[in-house]
């Protein structure tokens, strides 16, 4: 069993940054392939970053956060983060860490077990 606790969002202006951050509970947790997710009100939940297990050799964006989103890991502590950077008021959602009972990335969130409650980002126009 896996538990994730997110952290980090908040409101920030538009053109800023934010970091967030994902503590896993548990055992293995290098074993599990990490994605970050986001739902926007009144739309279908989204894909936004994903890393690989183990190393996080392999990451893969939307293609709406990427150039500006950097997915990392740290097995050491347990966590993963997404640095957001140049965020637009587009990016406002409620975003989940997942986790993933495999090493290898996914974009798809029904192939991920565990999820966390969620953390608001708000950017502001």
């Known amino acids: 069993q896996v538990q994730l606790v997110e952290s980090g969002g908040g409101l920030v202006q538009a053109g800023g940054s934010l970091r967030l951050s994902c503590a896993a509970s548990?055992?293995?947790?290098?074993?599990?392939?990490m994605g970050w997710f986001r739902q926007a009100p009144g739309k279908e939940r989204e894909f936004v970053a994903t890393?690989?297990?183990?190393?996080?050799?392999?990451?893969y964006y939307a293609d709406s956060v990427k150039g500006r989103f950097i997915i990392s890991r740290d097995n050491a502590k347990n966590t993963v983060y997404l640095q957001m950077n140049s965020l637009k008021p587009e990016d406002t959602a409620v975003y989940y860490c997942?986790?993933?009972?495999?090493?290898?990335?996914?974009?798809?969130?029904?192939?991920?077990?565990?999820w966390g409650q969620g953390t608001q980002v708000t950017v502001s126009s």
């Open positions: 997942a986790a993933r009972s495999s090493v290898a990335v996914s974009r798809t969130a029904n192939e991920y077990v565990y």
């Open positions: 548990g055992r293995f947790f290098s074993n599990y392939a």
């Open positions: 890393i690989r297990g183990w190393s996080g050799s392999s990451t």
